[in-house]
């Protein structure tokens, strides 16, 4: 049974609220002239404690604000801790290695995008459909197809995605049907610019996690620690401890910054007379590592703060919408797209994820018994790493063999690895056979991979 709470983990008190859409959305005939306008804002490397809600450390006024009026997934993830095949996933609803996009668009592993975009869908389903910054995902007519607007902007222009928000917004109400417009941000992203100055005071106390003071990487997989030393997070090694809470304070003013922007849309949605009539989501394409486990950015490995990112769903309270926490039902962001194909009052495309509209409504929705994660590579490098991951236990497997499992219960910060450990063997047996099920069942090449 599902595990709901009405209040938010927070200091401010956040509140609980209604069970459900308006009648139009749960009855599931709405009128194409009652639908609801959808607007999707997205980060770039947000992890899901990257919150103030979450974590009074960030300061996110504006989606605090946003939280107390929605419903929050604490249990969400990415499939990849990669931009353009986690992208490429929500846009179409299918795993990564389905997508043609194993890897950051234009590098070894990216196919090309293969599958119709969620821009297409919306579109035959009769949405006027917008598209606002970063895309990272090519050019070709098949992935820009269904968009009636569609504006990529390059690096550093976040202000410029707001911009363009705010021209959109002044000429909806001419629009003649509803919208879904995607506002897609690139930061925290611009984290990745970030350089030690050793001279540098901290604006603010920043303390670092349990499981930067206890990791040791022993009984790791290697490849832990050679991207440690030599690739993400190299420009840190060896550095002392106030460098690593220089960096947790750079990453919290890019979350900052990002927050900022969200604020300014909310805004100029209810000034342009839209709030009450479009359902509104924040969520971010992967996480970040964040100093955890001495790590930063992303790469080949599958801990919570790369795998787990903020989903917030908003639906306005003239519609009924739901607020609160569900801690234990597994969002994956393949359920993008059949759940606004679903708030749409759409036929929902066959794909991998799952339509979010019942909980919406506040119905029971079996939790998914697992979820799968998949990382290919980063650059010119390729290391491929297949994780199954359930309520309990989380289990990977790199293309060399090298495994990890964490009791999440245990050992929340994933310290320990229980793979090579006779007491564990038979959890390590059953998830390895449930994973192994799973990639033949969905015809992933994994196995494949040279060792």
Same mark, same amino acid.
């Given at each position: ?13 956040? @509140? ?38 979450? #974590? ?23 499939? *990849? ?6 992208? &490429? ?54 992935? *820009? ?29 001419? @629009? ?6 995607? &506002? ?9 610019? %970030? ?68 604020? =300014? /849309?909310? =805004? ?13 989501? /924040? ?14 950015? =992303? ?25 609160? /926490? ?8 393949? #359920? ?33 018994? %697992? ?24 289990? *990977? ?21 229980? &793979? ?12 390895? *056979? ?18």
């Amino acid at each position: 049974m599902m595990q709901f709470r009405p209040k938010l983990p927070d200091r401010r008190s956040l @509140l609980g609220g209604g069970l459900g859409l308006g009648a139009s959305l749960l009855l599931g005939k709405t009128r194409p002239d009652e639908r609801p306008n959808i607007l999707v804002i997205c980060s770039d490397q947000q992890h899901w404690q990257a919150m103030g809600y979450m #974590d009074p450390f960030f300061e996110t006024p504006n989606c605090d604000r946003l939280a107390e009026r929605s419903l929050n997934l604490t249990q969400a993830f990415c499939p *990849t801790p990669q931009c353009s095949p986690s992208r &490429a996933a929500m846009m179409t609803g299918f795993y990564p290695h389905k997508t043609g996009v194993n890897n950051n668009h234009g590098l070894p592993g990216d196919e090309g995008l293969k599958l119709p975009t969620l821009g297409h869908h919306m579109q035959q389903a009769g949405y006027y459909t917008a598209y606002h910054g970063k895309w990272h995902l090519g050019t070709t007519a098949l992935a *820009t197809a269904g968009w009636d607007s569609f504006r990529m902007t390059r690096q550093h222009t976040d202000r410029q995605v707001t911009r363009m928000t705010r021209r959109f917004f002044s000429r909806a109400s001419k @629009l003649e049907k509803p919208f879904c417009l995607f &506002a897609m941000y690139l930061e925290p992203h611009g984290i990745q610019e %970030f350089a030690v100055d050793p001279g540098a005071k901290l604006a603010l106390d920043a303390p670092l996690g349990e499981s930067w003071r206890k990791e040791t990487f022993e009984n790791k997989p290697a490849v832990q620690t050679q991207i440690r030393e030599q690739k993400g997070a190299s420009k840190l090694a060896g550095q002392p401890e106030e460098a690593w809470k220089q960096y947790r304070v750079a990453y919290r003013e890019r979350v900052r910054r990002f927050d900022a922007e969200v604020g =300014k /849309v909310l =805004k100029l949605l209810e000034d342009n007379g839209l709030s009450n009539n479009t359902i509104v989501v /924040v969520t971010s394409d992967h996480g970040e590592m964040d100093t955890f486990h001495r790590l930063i950015f =992303k790469g080949p490995f599958m801990y919570e703060h790369v795998m787990r990112i903020p989903m917030l769903v908003h639906v306005p309270e003239s519609m009924g919408g739901r607020t609160g /926490v569900l801690d234990d039902y597994a969002w994956v962001n393949m #359920d993008l797209l059949p759940t606004l194909m679903d708030i749409a009052g759409a036929e929902v495309p066959k794909c991998d994820g799952r339509s979010m509209l019942p909980i919406l409504r506040g119905e029971e929705q079996a939790p998914l018994p %697992f979820v799968i994660g998949q990382y290919y590579g980063k650059g010119q490098w390729i290391h491929p790493v297949r994780m199954i991951r359930t309520a309990r236990y989380k289990y *990977t497997r790199d293309h060399k063999g090298d495994e990890e499992l964490y009791d999440l219960q245990q050992d929340p910060h994933e310290l320990t690895n229980l &793979a090579g450990l006779e007491t564990h063997a038979q959890t390590r047996s059953q998830l390895d *056979t449930r994973l192994r099920t799973w990639m033949k069942e969905n015809e992933d090449p994994f196995e494949s991979f040279a060792k």
